[in-house]
């Protein structure tokens, strides 16, 4: 583990450490590494089109809009392979709230994303986007390495 110093200024300093507390983390340090870990995915991502991954995707839509629900469910059904479950909610008399758990290569998720945002008719639809890589790390993995297997066998 490497330690690095962060000077913030006191008004920044204090709405961070008020973040962590109201967020759970037991100190500055976890919820800095978060922070970091989360930059450097967002990058990763970023610069990877052909990685995997997986994500969430998030859209409200009037459900009365012309031949919408149909246009959706087809986009659905065209990309099937990278949708592992939907969860569907209505919000009021007309708006639906749909999230969608996806797995698959970045730039086909984003596609997919984009394809049904620009739906007329879906109102708001937002892309949350991880790295495969980053979705198997955990903090604990971090901190517990397993040695290789030939570690193991000259020991």
Partial sequence: MHRITVSLEGPLAEAFDALA???????RSEA?????????????VAASEEGECVANLSYVYDHHARALVTKLLDISHAHHALI??????????????????????????????DRVRAERGVRFGTLNLISAGAAHRSREEAAHRHPSAAARLVA
């Fill in 21 to 27: 507390a109201d967020q759970g983390y037991a100190s």
């Fill in 32 to 44: 800095v590494r978060d922070l970091v870990r989360t930059a450097v995915d967002a990058r990763a």
């Fill in 84 to 113: 592992v479950s939907t969860t569907h909610v209505h919000l009021d008399h007309d708006g639906c709230l749909e999230s969608m758990m996806l797995r698959g290569p970045a730039s086909e998720v984003r596609a997919f994303a």
